[in-house]
Nanobody, 126 residues
Framework: QVRLVESGGGLVQAGGSLRLSCTAS????????MGWFRQAPGKEREFVATISRSAGSTAYAESVKGRFTISRDNAENTVYLQMNSLKPEDTAIYYC???????????????????WGQGTQVTVSF
């Protein structure tokens, strides 16, 4: 089956940086827009960022715009999330997701994504 594996989570101090990686297998990676979502304790899973198939377009949640950068390397079947200026409210489990093959826009909703990783914990201390 399709497999998405996140890595790079951990504990960082507020103001610090972290880079998450997600490597996909058993899918034609370049056919899929990719996304990052996060879920904080007691809250719904929310959209963070998405990137188009050829990396020509990106979209971000307002809460992370200017601080986070999504990128991808199709040759390595990997999508990244560079997180800078981290805040305690960024603390969450971060999930990588592969979106629809035929969608021409930038998917931002959970239901638009076909495959999900298991998540990686990001904890930002005060």
């Amino acid at each position: 089956q399709v497999r998405l594996v996140e890595s790079g989570g951990g504990l960082v101090q507020a103001g610090g940086s972290l880079r998450l990686s997600c490597t996909a297998s058993r899918l034609t990676f370049s056919n899929y827009p990719m996304g990052w979502f996060r879920q904080a304790p007691g809250k719904e899973r929310e959209f963070v960022a998405t990137i188009s198939r050829s990396a020509g377009s990106t979209a971000y949640a307002e809460s992370v715009k200017g601080r986070f950068t999504i990128s991808r390397d199709n040759a390595e079947n990997t999508v990244y999330l560079q997180m800078n200026s981290l805040k305690p409210e960024d603390t969450a489990i971060y999930y990588c997701a592969a979106g629809p093959q035929l969608y021409i826009g930038l998917p931002t909703l959970r239901r638009q994504y076909a495959y999900w990783g298991q998540g990686t914990q990001v904890t930002v201390s005060f």
